[in-house]
């Protein structure tokens, strides 16, 4: 199996020049400012489990819809058994077919929460399905014509940081809980940017997304 559309990251020589200029300009304008405080009505330190919370946990966000900051792929399905072996696998009997279109897309100015907002938990990404494909994804509580909100929360310990996946419209359901991995950059490293990707490998089809000083996923 192959995927439909080549990475974000492997872009046409005259585009990857594009960018090149881009992230120069980018450098010497000011940043955009941070995201703004959720209302009241968003809790704080738990995802928003109602539609009212949700809707006040929205509020203000804007989305970056670009192509360099977003990503769109078919996410892959992995099993054991019989049917398309997974590229690049030789030993341990993986097959991989489609699962549905999906598009992710970060939060403007996701890159510059600080550590103390993702102690209360920040929506960075929201990833949606269109309403032609015909497939759920569990793994993040997808389903085909809704959207999703990634909601992220650091704790005292990478062993209490945590990700959840809300719906919506939310349907009385429990978002979809994940662990939550950061990695860190490196130290006075300038990120200009929040961008968000799907990245694929034998283990698993991984969400990253920008949150604060760290890379999510």
């Known amino acids: 199996m192959t995927r439909m559309r080549l990475s974000r990251w ?3 020589f005259r585009v990857g020049i594009a960018l090149v200029a881009g992230v120069i300009f980018t450098a010497c304008c000011p940043e955009p400012p941070r995201p703004p405080q959720p209302v009241k009505a968003c809790p704080r330190g738990v995802a928003p489990s ?3 919370e949700l809707d006040a946990c929205l509020e203000g966000l804007a989305f970056d819809t670009a192509y360099e900051a977003s990503d769109e792929q078919p996410l892959s399905v992995i099993t054991r058994g019989s049917g398309p072996p997974c590229p690049g696998d030789t030993s341990r009997g993986l097959t991989c077919s489609y699962g549905p279109l999906a598009k992710i897309e970060p939060v403007i100015g996701a890159h510059r929460y600080s550590e103390d907002d993702l102690r209360q938990g920040r929506i960075i990404a929201r990833i949606s399905v269109g309403s032609s494909e015909t497939k759920d994804y569990p793994k993040y509580g997808l389903k085909p014509g809704r ?3 990634w909601w992220v929360k650091i704790g005292s310990t ?3 940081d945590s990700s959840y996946f809300v719906t919506d419209p939310q349907r009385g ?3 979809v809980a994940r662990k939550l991995f950061r990695t860190m950059y490196k130290e006075g490293a300038k990120v200009y940017r929040a961008i ?6 034998l283990d698993d089809e991984t969400a990253k997304g920008p949150c604060g000083a760290a890379k999510c996923s």
């Open 196 to 201: 968000a990707r799907w990245i694929w490998t």
């Open 147 to 149: 959207t999703t909100y």
């Open 10 to 12: 492997q872009l046409p």
């Open 158 to 160: 990478a062993e209490r």
């Open 173 to 175: 359901k429990e978002p």
């Open 50 to 52: 109602t539609q009212t």
